[in-house]
């Protein structure tokens, strides 16, 4: 026990050694004898959950608050009425009203008083915050009534200048200068009813560095996780939520390897590589320098949705049909954060092999859920 702590205290002082700490695991072999459980071979694997891509950090309560976000009729940016969504005025904001007189119109311009009010022809601080132009036509109206007959008001909102969103991070509207003094501030008017994929075209789209699904939501002190590229490919309308006043979306940079798949074991070069690069088992294994003389190739391990506590999708491949018989059935393509493992002799139970490795899998792929378990300040706990 002593030696672990002595072992984990070197890991904690010299960050760089984790890495050598990880291979060093992933050397150790699981081969149980009690099952005979080999994990689900890749060519038995069915097209819809290969293209079932884990969700990170996408909890129900999250997803839940997210969906209904999304169906609101009303809030303080807007409000439907007859199933039309409507701008709700605030102070700032720049009316033009228009009085009909035969046919003679008269066009006013008012800008909403920081307290909400307007004053117009015969009335003076007319409560407007709030209301819609049809509410504020609706108003007028019967207001003037008492001053002449049969008025007839058209109102319009001219300048939007009281409801923003604030955007942060990859738009390609922060990213460039040739949106002038716009790009500084990433406060975007808000206009009536606005999607986040509305938002997000205002803001001149997302760059080409943007880590689309890991978009952050922040309302009212609260963060919501959203994945915009959900919403753009699988069409899931329960994340493209209603921006309100207030709101802050930011979408961050790619991490340095953006999307990333992992090899370990019996092969040349151990390490993370991006997925772009690795797009395939074999371009997997190809970017990993092959594998060794001991690898047991008929094994590999693709290990797929990995999350601390859940089982993941285990899959096998034979490596040895692929490369020497052709076989493309065992060329999986991988998605993000697939960990390809090449053993060095059977492994006759995935469960145990799962269990071993666990260490290994939570810092290689959820090193925040990691030092959140073993690390506490400058301690380490070891149970």
């Known amino acids: 026990m002593r030696r ?10 010299s960050p760089e050694k984790l890495i ?5 695991l992933t050397l150790f072999p699981a081969c149980s004898e009690t099952t005979a459980r080999l994990g689900t071979p890749v060519n038995q694997v069915s097209a819809p959950v290969d293209l079932v891509e884990p969700t990170r950090v996408r909890t129900a309560e999250n997803m839940q608050a997210l969906s209904v976000m999304s169906g609101v009729r ?10 039309v969504p409507e701008y709700r005025v605030g102070p700032l904001d720049v009316l033009e009203i228009s009085s009909h007189v035969g046919e003679k119109v008269n066009t ?17 601080d007319i409560e407007v915050a709030g209301l819609t132009s ?9 207001k003037l009534g008492g001053y002449v007959r049969h008025p007839r008001v058209r109102v319009l909102v001219k300048d939007f200048n009281s409801k923003s969103a604030t955007i942060s991070g990859e738009f390609s509207i922060l990213r460039s200068t040739t949106y002038g003094t716009r790009a500084a501030s990433g406060r975007i008017n808000l206009k009536g009813k606005t999607t986040l ?23 009212q002190g609260r963060s919501y996780l959203i994945n915009i ?11 493209n939520i209603i921006v309100d006043n207030g ?7 790619l991490p340095r390897f953006g999307e990333r798949v992992y090899v370990m074991g019996e092969v040349n070069g151990q390490g993370i590589y991006p997925l772009e690069d690795a797009q395939d088992l074999l371009a997997a294994i190809a970017l990993a320098g092959n594998t060794t003389r001991t690898a047991k190739e008929e094994n590999t391990l693709i290990v797929r949705g990995y999350e601390p506590g859940k089982p993941p999708l285990v899959m096998m491949a034979n490596l040895k049909n692929l490369f020497r018989q052709a076989d493309l059935s065992q060329n999986i393509r991988l998605k993000d954060g697939d960990l390809i493992y090449v053993p060095a002799m059977q492994i006759k139970d995935v469960n145990d092999w799962i269990i071993n490795m666990t260490p290994v899998l939570n810092v290689l792929l959820w090193p925040g859920d990691f030092a959140a378990r073993y690390f506490e300040g400058y301690r380490i706990n070891v149970d």
């Open 229 to 239: 590229y959900d919403i753009i490919e699988r069409g899931d309308q329960a994340q």
């Open 20 to 24: 050598s700490l990880m291979i060093l």
């Open 197 to 219: 994929m509305d938002l997000i075209a205002y803001g001149g789209g997302y760059t080409v560095d943007a880590d689309i699904k890991n978009a952050k939501l922040i309302r």
């Open 108 to 124: 006013t311009t008012i800008t909403v008083d920081a307290r909400g009010r307007i004053s117009y022809s015969f009335l003076d």
């Open 247 to 253: 709101d802050v979306v930011n979408i961050p940079e």
């Open 74 to 83: 009303e809030n303080d940016t807007f409000l439907e009425i007859g199933g």
């Open 4 to 13: 672990y702590r002595d072992l984990m205290h070197v890991v904690r002082k």
């Open 134 to 142: 049809s509410q504020i036509d609706g108003l007028l109206t019967r």
